[in-house]
């Protein structure tokens, strides 16, 4: 990693006027902002002295090794919500950091080992971040896909192994279940996906 303090200005801020930061996903939040969407990503326990405002600029990093994995905006935080223990989003209170994504690369993450962190939330010299994200290059473009999740269900009617499937997708959910998925008009490159990577469901090609 570079020293240069020249991506560590604090207040630094675009020409807008917006800040631009770094934000760093917390261990094991990697995962599970790759396997499920959401619009935004919200975080707690920081430093209120160094959080952004609304509006600023977040390029949002993994780390070991860093690389860059969204880019987004931070919002005002709404009210707190129950608590879900299976959510890692549901303990959000009025204090937390909310970045609404408006750019996603957790599937093709870029390096980002030429910024120094300070922390969870670093202040980017804004020419820093422009660097940074336009190694992203332009977004992929959209299409429509086919995707399908089959189980096989014993049940005493159709609603109860409508009920039954829906009980096992919330128990296992992307860690253990095998979706399947298809560019639409395309049903002959389907792939299967189980942890939000490609995975062989063909028992005899394990064995070879």
């Known amino acids: 990693m570079t020293t ?3 991506h560590r200005v604090p207040g630094a801020s675009h020409p807008d006027g917006t800040g631009t930061w770094a934000v760093l996903l917390p261990a094991g939040r990697y995962d599970a902002e790759r396997l499920v ?3 935004t990503l919200e975080l707690t326990g920081l430093d209120d002295a160094a959080l952004p405002r609304p509006g600023d600029q977040v390029a949002v990093l993994a780390d070991e090794p860093p690389r860059l994995v969204a880019v987004g905006r931070v919002a005002a ?3 707190r919500r129950p ?3 299976d ?3 549901s303990d959000r209170g009025p204090d937390a950091l909310v970045v609404a994504y408006t750019r996603r690369a957790f599937d093709e993450p ?4 030429v910024l120094t962190l300070d922390g969870p939330v670093t202040a980017l010299d804004p020419g820093a971040f422009r660097a940074l994200v336009d190694r992203l290059g ?3 473009q959209r299409q429509p896909w086919l995707v399908s999740l089959d189980l096989p269900i014993e049940a005493d009617s159709p609603a109860e192994a409508v009920r039954l499937f829906w009980a096992y997708v919330q128990e296992l959910g992307p860690q253990e279940l095998p979706a399947f998925v298809s560019p639409s008009g395309d049903e002959l490159a389907m792939q299967a996906f189980v942890l939000g990577v490609e995975a062989n469901q063909d028992p005899e090609e394990d064995d070879d």
């Open 4 to 6: 240069d303090t020249a």
């Open 37 to 39: 969407h959401h619009d």
């Open 77 to 79: 935080p709404t009210g």
């Open 83 to 85: 608590e879900d223990p």
């Open 87 to 89: 959510d890692p989003q």
């Open 110 to 113: 870029v390096p980002a080992d």
């Open 138 to 140: 332009p977004p992929p």
